[in-house]
């Protein structure tokens, strides 16, 4: 960490961690992909910025922190709607925004969504473990030595590949390109693969009602509260695997979305699988929010991942 070109993090809010697009290829040994819960605001701010659409952010969770920058950048916010300021100068979000040297970067009140993602130029350049900066908290592993930040910590930034910073500021992430954040989202999600431990009943309920997202929510799961989905036979399964998007349903019938830093395998039969085009959706609900669900198919849901905006500008 010998970068003269830092990012010292003053105050760290709630949970505010380094994450990347994620640790891809190693969950045949039990670990999951991690990276950030909402792919196209973090995407939008790197792209903003002119880092690469898969380089270290900050992901900052209800309460953001208070960070200095050592040299002149651009910065980018995207996702929940927070008050920031770059100084004593609002911050708007959706923006790149140049920043001077030894500005201080603040997070005020929140608004709405739950995480926001903060990129600056250049990229937050920690070591990588097993291919990715991700954190991975109950690992204890990525980011910075495997944990949240905290004030003192000191990361270091890459080098910009932007040359004229200026000239880039002020760019926007266009609106009709961002996700349709709301507090009572309904998600797609394609039925299965234990959708056959469900009865009729059971799955008109799941696919009926309205399920509140329950305080027992982190980077792993989100437990959901409403009317129980009845199953028709055993209350488990052989474990087998789980992805970023499954819903789970335990014996007491109460749905459990699994979010980045969900286990590999699982024993409870999996109703549904978010696609993954709604899952930033579901990385803005914050306690207390609603969702329901729909069944669309598989070929739907191909084709909305690959209409994802995260390209460039």
Known sequence: MNSPNMLEVLEPGLLTTVQ????????????PPSGSLDPVAFAAANVLVGNPPDAATLEITLVGPRVRVQQECLIAVCGATFEVWAGTLPVPLWHAVYV?????????ARRNGARAYLAVSGGIA????????????PGGFGG????????GDRLPLG???VRDLLARAGRVWPENRRPPYTSQPTLRVVLGPQDDYFTAEGLATFLNSTYRLTGDADRMGARLQGPPVARRGPTGIVSDGVVWGSIQVPPDGQPIVMLADHQTTGGYPKIATVIRADLPLLAQLVPGDRVRFAAVSLTEAQMSSLNLPVTGL
């Open 20 to 31: 990347d697009a994620g640790r891809r290829g190693w969950a045949r040994y039990g670990i």
């Open 126 to 137: 920690l070591p990588p473990f097993l291919g990715s900066q991700a954190t991975y908290l």
């Open 159 to 161: 080098e910009t590949a």
């Open 144 to 151: 910075l030595e495997g944990r949240a930040l905290r004030a």
């Open 100 to 108: 001077r040297a030894g500005r201080i970067i603040t997070f005020g």
